[in-house]
C-alpha cells in the first residue's frame, strides 16, 4: 500500500525574517519527511501585496496528486494569504498546523505562530474545509501522532473512492444487519460494491490446468500445520476455487471479497469456504468476510488503509462482566497468529466437511470497529480493549473432537453492558494498537458519526 502524499505550504508574515520563517519550515518538512510522508513543497509564502508568493504556490500544486494540504504557520500571517491558497484546494483535507517559538538563553523568542493559527481557525471551519488543527509548543517535540493520524486518513479517504468490493451471492442467510445501499455507499463513503455468482466461479474452475491446482496444494502442504491429514481431494477442491476466485479478483481488481457462505458455499458447492478466504487473504492481502457482509467489507478497507494491518473479522460469542468472547468458525489471516498457521479437517452440523483454521491468535492491546448505516446515515461504533487468550470453550455442533475455534477475550475500555447497548452486527473488525484518533479523523471526512 501506499503512503500518504501530502502538499507542504509554509506561511510567515513579510516582516518576519525570511531566514527564519525558512529555517522553521524545512524543520517541519523534515519532521513530515521522517513520519514517511511521500511530500511536494512549495517555497514560503508571505503576505506580499501583489499576492504572487500565494499564487506561486498555487501554480506549484496545481495538476499534482496529494491526499492533504499542510498549512504550515511559522509565524503570524494576515489570514487572506493563507486562504487564497487554501481556496484553490477546497475540496481537499487541510492540516492547520501552528510551529513554535525556541529559546535562546534564558528568554523565550516567538514569531507569533497561534495569533496566525488562533486567526484561521474559525474562518476556516466557517468556509466549510475539512480540517484538524494542530500546533507546536516552545521546548515540546512536534506533534507528529496527530499529524501521522491525520495524514493516513486523508489517504484513506482517497483511496476508498477507488476502492471496489467483490461480493459472491447476496444476502447470505438472509441477514439485515449485512445488507448496504449502494448509492449512499458510493456518495459517502467510497468504495463501489460488484455482485457475481458462485456460478461464474464454478465455470472457472473447470477450466483450471491441473499443474496450477497441484502447486496450490503443495503450498499449502509445505506452510500449514495439518493436526489431522486432510484428504486430498478436499484440498484441490480448495485450491481450485481459490485459482478461479483469484481470476476474478485480478481481472477486476477488488481489495476486499465478502462469499455467500452458508446458503452459497456450503449448501450449493458443499464446501466451507475457509480454506478459500484464508489463500486469498494469505496469498494475495485481500480483505476477506464471509456471509456477503458489505458493512464489515468496507470496516476492513478503512481498517487496512489506516493501519496498514489486514483487518480480520472476529465474531461475539459471549459478553461477560468485563469483556467479551470473540472467535471466528472457520478461519484467521496468517498476520494475526500467534504462531503457524494451523488447521483440521472437520464439520459442522449437517454441513460437508472443510479446512477448518484452528490457529491461535495475536494478543494485546486492540481496536475494534465496525460501519453500520441507517438510510444514507453512516455509524462508526468503535472501542478499544486489552485481548487475552481466551478460556477452553468450544462451539457445540462441530464433529467431535470439537475444535478449539481462534478466539480472543477482549477486556473492553468500556462497561460491556454500555457496548452491547450500541452494537451493530455480529462481525467486528480488529486492528491491533490503539487507532482511534486516525478512525475519528476519516470519520471527521466522511460525515461519519461516532459511537
Known amino acids: 500500500m501506499r503512503r500518504p502524499r501530502a502538499a507542504l505550504v509554509g506561511f510567515g508574515e513579510v516582516n518576519t525574517p525570511r531566514d527564519v520563517v525558512e529555517r522553521k519550515c524545512a524543520q517541519a518538512r523534515d519532521a513530515l519527511e521522517r513520519l514517511g510522508l511521500d511530500l511536494i513543497c512549495t517555497q514560503p509564502v508571505s503576505d506580499v501585496p501583489d499576492g504572487t508568493q500565494a499564487a506561486r504556490a498555487v501554480e506549484t500544486l496545481s495538476g499534482q496528486q496529494f491526499d492533504v494540504l499542510v498549512l504550515c504557520l511559522a509565524g503570524w500571517i494576515p489570514s487572506h494569504a493563507v486562504v487564497q491558497v487554501a481556496t484553490e484546494f477546497a475540496h481537499k483535507p487541510m492540516l492547520l498546523w ?18 496566525g493559527t488562533a486567526a484561521l481557525r474559525k474562518p476556516m471551519a466557517d468556509l466549510g474545509y475539512r480540517f484538524k488543527y494542530v500546533y507546536n509548543s ?6 507528529v501522532g496527530r499529524i501521522d493520524a491525520f495524514a493516513r486518513a486523508a489517504m484513506a479517504e482517497s483511496l476508498l473512492k477507488h476502492a471496489r468490493i467483490g461480493l459472491m451471492g447476496f444476502r447470505d442467510m438472509n441477514l439485515y444487519g449485512t445488507l448496504y445501499d449502494g448509492v449512499s455507499l458510493r456518495a459517502r463513503i467510497g468504495p463501489e460494491v460488484e455482485t457475481f455468482e458462485l456460478l461464474e466461479v464454478m ?22 500445520i495439518f ?14 476455487f481459490y485459482l478461479a ?25 458443499r464446501f466451507p469456504p475457509s480454506m478459500v478466504f484464508m489463500l486469498l487473504a494469505n496469498e494475495m492481502g485481500v480483505c476477506t468476510i464471509p456471509e456477503t457482509d458489505v458493512p464489515g467489507a468496507v470496516t476492513q478497507l478503512v481498517t487496512k488503509y489506516l493501519t496498514g494491518q489486514i483487518g480480520a473479522y472476529l465474531e461475539f460469542y459471549e459478553f461477560m462482566e468485563d ?34 483454521n ?19 446515515r453512516y455509524t462508526m461504533h468503535m472501542v478499544t480493549g486489552e485481548a487475552v487468550q481466551p478460556r477452553k470453550w468450544e462451539e457445540a455442533g462441530w464433529s467431535p473432537p470439537a475444535p478449539h475455534l481462534p478466539g480472543l477475550e477482549i477486556v473492553l475500555d468500556v462497561p460491556v453492558q454500555d457496548f452491547a447497548q450500541k452494537v451493530m452486527g455480529q462481525h467486528y ?23
Open 98 to 115: 501552528g510551529l513554535a517559538g525556541w529559546t535562546e538563553g534564558d528568554r523565550l523568542v516567538t514569531t507569533a505562530d497561534q495569533a
Open 138 to 143: 516552545p521546548g515540546r517535540p512536534f506533534p
Open 203 to 224: 465455470q472457472r474452475m473447470d477450466s483450471l490446468a491441473a499443474h496450477a491446482v497441484e502447486e496450490v496444494v503443495d503450498r499449502v502442504k509445505a506452510d500449514w
Open 227 to 240: 493436526e489431522t491429514p486432510a484428504e486430498g481431494e478436499t484440498l484441490r477442491k480448495g485450491a481450485r
Open 245 to 269: 476466485l483469484r481470476q476474478k479478483v485480478e481481472e477486476r481488481g477488488y481489495e476486499a471479497v465478502s462469499l455467500s457462505d452458508v446458503d452459497g458455499m456450503k449448501k450449493l458447492a
Open 323 to 356: 469483556r467479551v468472547l470473540m472467535g471466528v468458525p472457520d478461519y484467521v489471516p496468517a498476520e494475526v497468529t500467534d504462531g503457524p498457521v494451523t488447521v483440521r479437517p472437520a464439520a459442522f452440523g449437517e454441513f460437508s466437511a472443510g479446512i477448518l
Open 358 to 376: 484452528v490457529s491461535k491468535v495475536k494478543t494485546g492491546r486492540v481496536t475494534l470497529c465496525r460501519l453500520a448505516s441507517t438510510g444514507d
Open 429 to 451: 473488525i480488529i486492528s491491533y494498537g490503539d487507532n482511534t484518533e486516525a478512525f475519528r479523523d476519516l470519520c471527521g471526512l466522511l460525515g461519519v458519526d461516532i459511537v
